[in-house]
């Protein structure tokens, strides 16, 4: 009976030599591929230990480090269920999410241990251990008397491996319930897709408690064997110096403006890259074409979600279409993609509506939440994932905004992405994000939000005079505020919330 384990998958492609790097930091530290297998073997001891069983939760909360990487794989190898969460949650929402997912094992960062006892004793935790961004605390401690434990649970494909919670940005966080076959399609999918090939050394500054830095960019590596430039954050002197000694990197929109906002990265630095992949947030078509400009490399922008892991991407071969800027390009292999009206009817081609998916990527439903689960899927099982999109003939795809930020002006629909590239072609301006801000007379009015660049004089009537003639009345913003910056997430999303909570009342 072959087992659909996820980690039997990921070990079946370790290097045979044990002594091939798996990850590499700044400082020097090195963990093997040897390393991570007996690591990861000797954690998988000590969970059982501590009385995880297949499909007991196992919650993380800690700094980014080797071992952490190692207690996933553990998690996958006894079959508990792995929940990594945000580090810079409070003790208030680790309450929330410790209750909903009802652990077996907590491990949070050692600076907070005493802190969170007192949560895990209320809700009946069986073990709490600690994990420091330098490879100590209890957990590691703990060890000392543990042994290789070699077993694999088995597992079902459609059992599940990981539970994420969504960013709850309306209501509580929900737990997204991922299965070992829809990390195990989605990781051999973009593995193929994205070209990797023997020799590749991936630069990772992402955090490893999200689908990009722990589910996209770890598995990818893991599936080819590949060494990790292991960075703890992104650093640009650091990115910089190992740029040469890298072929892939993946990182969010701003990592990439970082990147040309220094004058030392040049095209002789990125030579030696073969991919530079975007996601987690919307990329800019200036950076894109800037990027381009100081590289001759295009950025590979690809698109996914909590829910699904990755759902499309730009081609990596130009034989399969070209990379385009405002475009999440096409359908991963074995996923199905619809562009859809409220009612779930599918729309002409070129038509802005709901986008809806299936595929073996797609999750289960979330974590002791049926009734929002079934609100989720279609009869037919597509999952609408609440993006709003456009997609063309050839069905590439393009995002036009979230279904949640529609805004609904005097009986209108103004999806804000339209406003927000107009808005960022003006002369003057770095960025925007439009937002819907309650209106006595029209329902909602259209506020955008600017950061211009340093220096130069852009008014709010320059915005507004710029935007007439090239968008409909009803789409042009009542008012505009500047701002130093945008307020984003960790993973460079902008908070559209936080700015809708910031103006409102703005209309009276």
Same mark, same amino acid.
């Given at each position: 009976?072959?087992?659909?384990?996820?980690?039997?998958?990921?070990?079946?492609?370790?290097?045979?030599?044990?002594?091939?790097?798996?990850?590499?930091?700044?400082? @020097?530290? #090195?963990?093997?591929?040897?390393?991570?297998? %007996?690591?990861?073997?000797?954690?998988?001891? !000590?969970?059982?230990?501590?009385?995880?069983?297949?499909?007991?939760? *196992?919650?993380?909360?800690?700094?980014?480090?080797?071992?952490?990487?190692?207690?996933?794989?553990?998690?996958?190898?006894?079959?508990?269920?792995?929940?990594?969460?945000?580090?810079?949650?409070?003790?208030?929402?680790?309450?929330?999410?410790?209750? +909903?997912?009802?652990?077996?094992?907590?491990?949070?960062? &050692?600076?907070?241990?005493?802190?969170?006892? @007192?949560?895990?004793?209320?809700?009946?935790?069986?073990?709490?251990? %600690?994990?420091?961004?330098?490879?100590?605390?209890?957990?590691?401690?703990?060890?000392?008397?543990? *042994?290789?434990?070699?077993?694999?649970?088995?597992?079902?494909?459609?059992?599940?491996?990981?539970?994420?919670?969504?960013?709850?940005?309306?209501?509580?966080?929900?737990?997204?319930?991922? &299965?070992?076959?829809?990390?195990?399609?989605?990781?051999?999918?973009?593995?193929?897709?994205?070209?990797?090939?023997?020799?590749? #050394?991936?630069?990772?500054?992402?955090?490893?408690?999200?689908?990009?830095?722990?589910?996209?960019?770890?598995?990818?590596?893991?599936?080819?064997? %590949?060494?990790?430039?292991?960075?703890?954050?992104?650093?640009?002197?650091?990115?910089?110096?190992?740029?040469?000694? &890298?072929?892939?990197?993946?990182?969010?929109?701003?990592?990439?403006?970082?990147?040309?906002?220094?004058?030392?990265?040049?095209?002789? !630095?990125?030579?030696?890259?073969?991919?530079?992949?975007?996601?987690?947030?919307?990329?800019?078509?200036?950076?894109?074409?800037?990027?381009?400009?100081?590289?001759?490399?295009?950025?590979?922008?690809?698109?996914?979600?909590?829910?699904?892991?990755?759902?499309?991407?730009?081609?990596?071969?130009?034989?399969?279409?070209?990379?385009?800027?405002? %475009?999440?390009?096409?359908? =991963?292999?074995?996923?199905?993609?619809?562009?859809?009206?409220?009612? @779930?009817?599918?729309?002409?081609?070129?038509?802005?509506?709901?986008?809806?998916?299936?595929?073996?990527?797609?999750?289960?439903?979330?974590?002791?939440?049926?009734?929002?689960?079934? !609100?989720?899927?279609?009869? +037919?099982?597509?999952?609408?994932?609440?993006?709003?999109?456009?997609?063309?003939?050839?069905?590439?795809?393009?995002?036009?905004?979230?279904?949640?930020?529609?805004?609904?002006?005097?009986?209108?629909?103004?999806?804000?992405?339209?406003?927000?590239?107009?808005?960022?072609?003006?002369?003057?301006?770095?960025?925007?994000?439009?937002?819907?801000?309650?209106?006595?007379?029209?329902?909602?009015?259209?506020?955008?939000? *600017?950061?211009?660049?340093?220096?130069?004089?852009?008014?709010?009537?320059?915005?507004?005079?710029? =935007?007439?003639?090239?968008?409909?009345?009803?789409?042009?913003?009542?008012?505009?505020?500047?701002?130093?910056?945008?307020?984003?997430?960790?993973?460079?999303?902008?908070?559209?919330?936080?700015?809708?909570?910031?103006?409102?009342?703005?209309?009276?």
């Amino acid at each position: 009976m072959s087992n659909a384990n996820l980690y039997a998958l990921l070990a079946s492609k370790f290097p045979a030599d044990e002594k091939a790097v798996f990850l590499e930091s700044p400082d @020097g530290k #090195v963990m093997r591929y040897g390393d991570l297998a %007996s690591g990861s073997g000797r954690m998988a001891d !000590l969970l059982r230990a501590s009385g995880v069983e297949p499909g007991d939760r *196992v919650v993380v909360q800690v700094e980014k480090s080797a071992e952490a990487v190692a207690l996933y794989l553990a998690c996958l190898r006894v079959g508990a269920i792995y929940i990594p969460l945000n580090t810079a949650y409070t003790s208030a929402e680790l309450d929330y999410f410790v209750g +909903d997912a009802k652990p077996r094992v907590l491990v949070c960062a &050692s600076h907070v241990l005493n802190e969170l006892q @007192g949560i895990a004793e209320t809700h009946g935790v069986a073990r709490v251990l %600690s994990l420091g961004a330098d490879g100590t605390g209890s957990l590691m401690s703990a060890l000392v008397d543990t *042994v290789v434990d070699d077993n694999v649970a088995q597992c079902a494909g459609s059992d599940i491996a990981a539970i994420l919670y969504t960013s709850g940005t309306t209501g509580r966080s929900k737990g997204a319930m991922l &299965s070992h076959d829809n990390l195990a399609s989605n990781a051999v999918a973009l593995h193929k897709m994205w070209g990797f090939v023997p020799g590749d #050394v991936l630069l990772h500054a992402l955090p490893i408690y999200h689908v990009h830095g722990l589910f996209v960019a770890l598995h990818c590596a893991l599936l080819n064997g %590949s060494k990790v430039w292991f960075l703890p954050k992104f650093d640009i002197e650091t990115v910089l110096a190992l740029l040469p000694k &890298s072929t892939v990197m993946m990182g969010v929109p701003t990592f990439y403006v970082r990147l040309l906002g220094d004058q030392r990265f040049d095209r002789s !630095l990125s030579e030696h890259m073969r991919l530079f992949v975007a996601g987690s947030a919307p990329l800019l078509a200036e950076t894109f074409s800037e990027f381009e400009d100081r590289t001759g490399q295009r950025i590979l922008e690809r698109y996914g979600m909590t829910e699904a892991g990755m759902i499309t991407s730009n081609p990596y071969n130009s034989d399969n279409g070209a990379r385009i800027a405002g %475009s999440v390009g096409y359908p =991963l292999h074995g996923v199905e993609a619809r562009v859809c009206d409220d009612g @779930g009817v599918e729309l002409p081609r070129g038509e802005p509506g709901t986008l809806e998916i299936k595929g073996p990527n797609v999750f289960s439903g979330y974590w002791q939440n049926p009734e929002k689960t079934a !609100l989720e899927f279609r009869d +037919d099982g597509f999952f609408i994932t609440g993006d709003v999109s456009k997609m063309d003939e050839d069905g590439r795809i393009s995002i036009v905004g979230r279904a949640k930020d529609l805004i609904i002006s005097g009986g209108f629909n103004v999806y804000p992405k339209e406003i927000e590239t107009e808005i960022d072609e003006i002369e003057g301006v770095v960025e925007s994000a439009v937002i819907g801000i309650a209106h006595p007379d029209f329902g909602e009015g259209v506020v955008a939000v *600017v950061v211009k660049q340093a220096g130069v004089m852009v008014e709010a009537a320059d915005i507004i005079a710029a =935007l007439k003639g090239r968008l409909a009345k009803f789409k042009q913003p009542k008012k505009v505020f500047f701002v130093d910056n945008l307020p984003r997430n960790t993973m460079g999303k902008v908070q559209k919330k936080a700015l809708r909570e910031e103006y409102a009342g703005l209309f009276g």
